[in-house]
């Protein structure tokens, strides 16, 4: 069991096998903090892991849904907003699946989106952060649908790492409709899954020799009013 904190006084618990908050949560956070909720705003959390940027969003008084592949990280999620005392609906199920047809006013993801050799798992930690040989396995469906579950008006937040590319990203969010740009860059060190994959990444020349950070972007989109 992994606890975190989760920025705002509280703790978020995080069983194995369950993505707990790290650097790319943290920037996702201030990102979702600058951003302006009515009482009672929609808020989509897809790929909610353990639930932070869920709880942060309830914070303020959204009605938030958090969506998660794993059963794992749906508990985990549910546990933290009940020790936290936040209503938050969870749900079991893959990105747009479980809220067919509900439109929100503000969609977070921090989905997978680690380049990886071999075939993406399905029952160890690494489905929490693999996602196919461009880190995009996630990422293209998320920028190709977001647009449908978005109100006039309404915001996509998405994290990831430029590692995946960046402007495939904004390109595809173009093509759905959605004004799109990056809002945030942090360089952070490669942790321990970037490590041991060095010389595969270089091989793919995703990275230069010698390189031991990456980008992490968060991209903004808009649908039109």
């Known amino acids: 069991m992994t606890i975190r904190d989760d920025g705002e006084g509280g703790s978020v618990r995080a069983p194995w096998r369950v993505y707990a908050p790290q650097h790319d949560t943290e920037l996702l956070a201030r990102a979702l903090d600058r951003e302006h909720l009515s009482a009672g705003a929609a808020v989509l959390d897809m790929g909610t892991g353990a639930g932070a940027l869920a709880l942060a969003a309830a914070r303020r008084g959204a009605h938030v849904t958090a969506v998660d592949r794993t059963y794992r990280a749906v508990l985990a999620a549910r546990l933290n907003a009940r020790l936290a005392r936040l209503p938050v609906e969870v749900l079991h199920g893959d990105l747009f699946g479980p809220v067919a047809g509900r439109r929100f006013d503000l969609i977070v993801s921090n989905p997978p989106y680690v380049p990886a050799p071999g075939a993406v798992p399905r029952h160890r930690a690494a489905v929490a952060w693999d996602a196919g040989a461009d880190g995009r396995l996630l990422l293209d469906p998320i920028c190709r649908r977001a647009h449908t579950s978005l109100v006039p008006g309404?915001?996509?937040?998405?994290?990831?790492?430029a590692l995946c590319g960046v402007a495939p990203t904004l390109a595809a969010l173009a093509r759905s409709g959605l004004e799109a740009r990056v809002t945030d860059r942090r360089l952070v060190p490669f942790g321990p899954v970037l490590r041991s994959?060095?010389?595969?990444?270089?091989?793919?020349?995703?990275?230069?020799?010698?390189?031991?950070?990456?980008e992490l972007v968060i991209i903004r989109a808009e649908r039109a009013r």
Do not use: M, T
Not at 199 to 214: I, Y
């Open 154 to 161: 309404g915001v996509l937040l998405l994290v990831h790492s």
């Open 197 to 214: 994959r060095g010389a595969w990444l270089r091989e793919r020349g995703l990275v230069d020799a010698g390189e031991e950070k990456e």
